[in-house]
């Protein structure tokens, strides 16, 4: 009996907390979106997260982009050659990476860099009493530090996946053309004449929501980061893997929502 109601205890335990987690985060975000929309704003803050979000993680998501287009490609040809559907691989390609791998990919791309990044400073600010500090001077920390934050991630992300399309798109051109011999006019043709606009339009909604998930995450675990060096690390790592599941699972629901025939 005293097993049974150890079992029933913890259970509801670990509901409550899931609970509480969910309604702090809940909070967080209304709070973070509430000072994104209400003066006063901070636009050197926003340039700064910007170029972090943004700018510095130009490579890295256009290497990614780069050779998930070419290796698309090469598993294309393998699988449609063996039924004779060798001319659908731009299709596959194109569609491929602007309504799934782009946005995917580099949202993952830059929850490892970013998320991770805007975690350990906010962390670090708050386990060093700077964000208490930001409070004494009457500087509201939401709309100082967690706010640019994440319009920037809103407004980057999507600039980057279209970075990512075309990268993606041009790593599986030059594959069919100098690796598998497709002609470079016939390639072309057939990507444009099946890439829609909604195709373009659903990956950077989920470029969007992404983007606005990694900083919330980055944010909220930063923010909340208690314990010195070692809550630091913690919230850093929980910041990226929070982050990364959001990003798959919602990946999901915005494809339902947004799906096209």
Not at 102 to 118: D, N
Not at 146 to 173: C, H, K, N, S, Y
Not at 201 to 226: E, H, T
Request: proline share 3%.
């Amino acid at each position: 009996m005293t097993i049974l109601l150890d079992a029933v205890a913890w259970l509801g335990a670990l509901v409550l907390g899931v609970v509480e987690y969910i309604g702090e985060l809940a909070i967080f975000a209304l709070r973070g979106v509430s000072h994104m929309v209400r003066p006063p704003f901070y636009p050197r803050q926003l340039a700064r997260a910007f170029m972090e979000i943004g700018f510095f993680s130009l490579p890295v998501v256009a290497l990614t982009a780069l050779f998930t287009g070419m290796v698309l490609a090469l598993q294309s040809y393998t699988g449609f050659s063996r039924f004779g559907a060798e001319s659908a691989i731009a299709s596959v390609v194109v569609l491929s990476v602007t309504r799934e791998l782009g946005p995917v990919l580099a949202g993952l791309m830059v929850s490892g860099r970013a998320g991770a990044a805007i975690a350990a400073e906010l962390g670090t600010m708050r386990v060093t009493d700077q964000i208490d500090a930001l409070s004494t001077l009457s500087t509201d920390p939401m709309k100082y530090l967690v706010a640019p934050r994440l319009l920037a991630a809103t407004i980057a992300l999507p600039l980057l996946v279209m970075l990512a399309d075309i990268l993606g798109v041009m790593g599986g051109f030059l594959v069919a053309t100098q690796k598998l011999g497709f002609s470079s006019g016939g390639y072309l043709t057939s990507t444009f004449s099946n890439l829609q606009s909604q195709d373009v339009v659903s990956g950077l909604i989920k470029a969007a929501v992404f983007g606005f998930v990694i900083a919330l995450m980055g944010c909220f675990n930063g923010y909340r980061s208690r314990g010195g060096a070692q809550g630091v690390g913690a919230a850093t790592t929980s910041a990226v893997v929070s982050a990364s599941i959001l990003i798959l699972a919602l990946d999901y629901v915005l494809t339902q929502v947004l799906f096209v025939k």
